[in-house]
């Protein structure tokens, strides 16, 4: 069965770094994409980041870009977020999702994920 497990958040004040953690079981994390989508109170969930399968693709949104950097380590089934230069606008619930298809990688259409994980709180006091 596909598991996808997210931890690392928390509270943090603003200009801070966290990191967070997707933690992978039930299937081969090397053959696949994996993606980073956020929702905010009272907001749509929208994506932040995604990597391929080959490390070294990577897609950033527009509102991450130059803080964030999403990495891989498949020996540990494990994909990391880490942000840095927190803002207060970046406090939402973090989820990673598995991408069907690593050619999609620089979509963050949700039909193109196929399992999430339950999400982990992330705050940024101002």
């Known amino acids: 069965q596909v598991h996808l497990v997210e931890s690392g958040g928390g509270l943090v004040q603003t200009g801070g770094s966290l990191r967070l953690s997707c933690v992978v079981s039930?299937?081969?994390?090397?053959?696949?994409?994996i993606g980073w989508f956020r929702q905010a109170p009272g907001k749509e969930r929208e994506g932040v980041s995604n990597i391929h399968w080959n490390e070294d693709l990577t897609y950033y949104s527009r509102a991450v870009r130059g803080r964030f950097t999403v990495s891989r380590d498949n020996a540990k089934n494990t994909v990391y977020l880490d942000m840095n230069s927190l803002k207060p606008e970046d406090t939402a619930v973090y989820y990673c999702?598995?991408?069907?298809?690593?050619?999609?990688?620089?979509?963050?259409?949700?039909?193109?994920?196929?399992?999430w994980g339950q999400g982990t709180q992330v705050t940024v006091s101002s």
């Open positions: 999702a598995r991408l069907r298809d690593s050619r999609w990688y620089k979509y963050f259409t949700e039909r193109y994920y196929d399992a």
């Open positions: 039930g299937f081969t994390l090397r053959d696949y994409g």
